[in-house]
């Protein structure tokens, strides 16, 4: 009999702190009873009897539970569940004592005066255990919602980080490999060295997509690799400046943030203007900032900086607001016939 | 001979073509140019009979520097645009070559321009390319138009209203108003719906200018543009005009 039970229990898979409650409430609910009058056996055997299909019943109410949640607002029909079951439990526990206690006194009748006492006593934990069962599920629920949520946004976020750091414009690499074509027929060493170039510049693309910051002097390094390909592509046209404080040399930037912004500015030079363009780029550290000033000359009669400045300062400002939640952090104005970019990244050393 | 002129803002992609030209002894390059302004320079000067033409150049591209010419020549554009952009024209043009482009391409582009300069008809191919070329996203931004022998680049921005006037449209701004040689449908396709809309059957107006619309007549209206003009609106033009100011 009790290796049965034991192995009905084990099958079951109850928490053991659940057993311990079941056994601590039988043994309550048999004090109880002799505290009533009745004797012990008496008491044992009905507390045994009520107990043990009292757990059946959570048992199978939990089961119920499992296929049928009530929404939000339909709590009613949790309560008619739970009193449907418990007069289940009524009948059944009573019929069962009757049947072992026959006429021994505590068998009682069927509808006995402590009819509702027993009632209310199994009312009472057959409704608690439904609460706690539809109030940890709904629980574990929302918590499964936050994880999925915050984890598509974070998936999100690093797909589009991602592809912004990508967006490497395929007219400099075709307009690069036509240069290359050329160099070919005219100057081949010439050549092999701007295919070099190029491809240490991609592979710095290629290389730099996990490590998020990186120094300003790294960044530069790569920078340096874009302008010299851009240069022999347009020859004299295009000049520049770099002007960097010892100060910023060491600061931290995100990852492939300049060379968009010098693309740009460079297209702008080059294509608003006739003549040569120069290119000023310039780093200062204060205050915890570092800014990075990128300056390009345009016709103020035919452009309007406002509109049309590209598609490459969108990406970075947005690169920007996913990495440091601000949208201050690139700045834009015209003065006279220079276009300036001013980008701030804070430093946290 | 045959006269040649190259067009890149690149030199080395210039170079490229001056190589490839090596081998025909029949072809003379007859000038290199950086721009389209220089472009239109030498075109006037040498009257090629064959253009090596860049789409993306310093202040006016390609498109545009064509059509300020009277007679185009035949046109072979070199360019490194994707193959999306290019598919508006690309039953037009004479032949385009894609950057970076072989040597066996580029003889394949000049047999097929020898073919058509054989029959010496290369007009009305180049009419069709100017055409689907207004398609290009590359020209709302601006239109080029030429006064005496000065050109002007117009940003759309500063467009006032555009009004049919006989075979031209006269362009209206703050500064004054240019004709160019195209139609209002013309203009309607290539201008932003979003920024310009067509009012009447002989007026577009830029819609940021609009300050005012007042009722006219029977069934017309007109509007009160913030420069000061007048500008009248048709029954069809004021349903757009509801649309887009609703």
Known sequence: ?349 | MIKAIIIDDEPLARTLVKEYLASYTDIEVKAECNDGFEGLKAIQEHQPDLLFLDIQMPKINGFEMLELLDHPPAVIFTTAFDEYAIRAFDNHAVDYLLKPFSKERFDKALEKWKAIYAQKDTRPALKEVMETASHSPLQRERIVVKSGSSIIVIPVDDILYLEAADDFVKIHTRKGHWLKNKTMAHFEQQLDPGRFIRVHRSYMVNISEITRLDPYEKDSHILLLKSGENIPVSKSGMIKLKEILS
């Open chain 1, 1 to 349: 009999m009790t290796v049965n039970f034991l192995s009905i229990y084990k099958k079951s898979r109850v928490p053991s702190w659940i057993l311990g409650v079941w056994i601590l409430w039988t043994g309550l609910y048999t004090w109880v009873a002799t505290e009533m009058g009745f004797d012990l056996r008496v008491a044992l055997i009905d507390s045994l009897i009520s107990n043990i299909l009292l757990a059946a019943a959570s048992f199978l109410l939990i089961n119920i539970l499992k296929y049928y949640t009530p929404g939000k607002g339909r709590y009613i029909n949790l309560v008619a569940l739970t009193i449907a079951i418990t007069l289940l439990w009524y009948v059944s526990s009573r019929a069962i004592m009757l049947y072992v206690l026959k006429t021994e006194i505590g068998a009682g009748p069927f509808w006995g005066k402590d009819f509702p006492v027993r009632l209310a006593i199994a009312f009472l934990v057959l409704g608690c255990v439904a609460l706690v069962y539809v109030l940890v599920g709904t629980m574990e629920d929302r918590e499964i919602q936050i994880h999925r949520k915050s984890d598509a946004e974070k998936l999100a976020r690093e797909a589009e980080l991602f592809r912004l750091q990508q967006q490497l414009q395929p007219h400099f690499l075709f307009n690069s490999l036509n240069s290359i074509s050329a160099l070919v027929g005219s100057d081949p060493t010439q050549a092999r060295k701007m295919i070099q170039q190029l491809s240490e510049f991609l592979r710095g693309t290629l290389k730099k997509d996990d490590q998020q910051l990186i120094s300003l002097e790294d960044e530069l390094h790569q920078l340096r690799l874009y302008l010299d390909i851009e240069k022999i592509r347009f020859g004299h046209r295009l000049q520049t400046e770099i002007d960097i404080s010892e100060s910023a040399k060491s600061a931290t930037i995100p990852a492939l943030l300049l060379q968009p912004i010098v693309e740009n500015a460079i297209k702008f030079g080059l294509y608003d203007t006739i003549g040569q363009v120069l290119i000023r780029i310039k780093a200062t550290r204060e205050n915890n900032q570092l800014q990075v000033t990128v300056s390009n000359p345009f016709d103020p009669e035919t452009a309007s900086p406002t509109r049309g400045t590209g598609f490459g300062l969108a990406s970075v400002q947005r690169r920007l607001y996913l990495l440091f939640g601000r949208n201050d952090i690139v700045q834009t104005f015209a003065r006279e016939n220079q276009f300036v970019t001013t980008i701030i990244i804070p430093q946290h050393d």
